[in-house]
């Protein structure tokens, strides 16, 4: 499975950005999808996670009640809605396909990463 990320930008503090992970292949609904992130210096982040089926998703503490992970098997995409976001929010995020997990060595399918930019 091949994976595209997007919907990154600059956006001020407070306010919203929606990323999409498109994928391609058939098979695109037998992985579950997992969001994480990369700051400069910092090791990369969980963020957040949505089983095959959808019905079971997870967060990282740092993104808990902010951010809303979603999947359309029929399209073949994950979205992630980011919402009240701050500075600290400021990474390269990553979608990922494998199994349902936080841990990112768990995934063997990457996509590029989205560069996305909260300023104060």
């Known amino acids: 499975v091949q994976l595209q990320a997007s919907g990154g930008g600059l956006v001020q503090a407070g306010g919203s950005l929606r990323l999409s992970c498109a994928a391609s292949?058939?098979?695109?609904?037998?992985?579950?999808v997992g969001w994480f992130r990369q700051a400069p210096g910092k090791e990369r982040e969980f963020v957040a996670a949505?089983?095959?089926?959808?019905?079971?998703?997870g967060y990282g503490d740092s993104v808990k009640g902010r951010f809303i992970i979603s999947r359309d098997n029929a399209k073949n995409k994950v979205d992630l809605q980011m919402n009240s976001l701050k500075p600290e929010d400021t990474a390269a995020y990553y979608c990922?396909?494998?199994?349902?997990?936080?841990?990112?060595?768990?995934?063997?399918?990457w996509g590029q990463g989205t560069l996305v930019t909260v300023s104060s």
């Open positions: 292949g058939r098979t695109f609904s037998t992985y579950a």
């Open positions: 949505i089983s095959r089926s959808g019905a079971s998703r």
């Open positions: 990922a396909a494998g199994p349902y997990s936080a841990q990112p060595e768990s995934f063997a399918y």
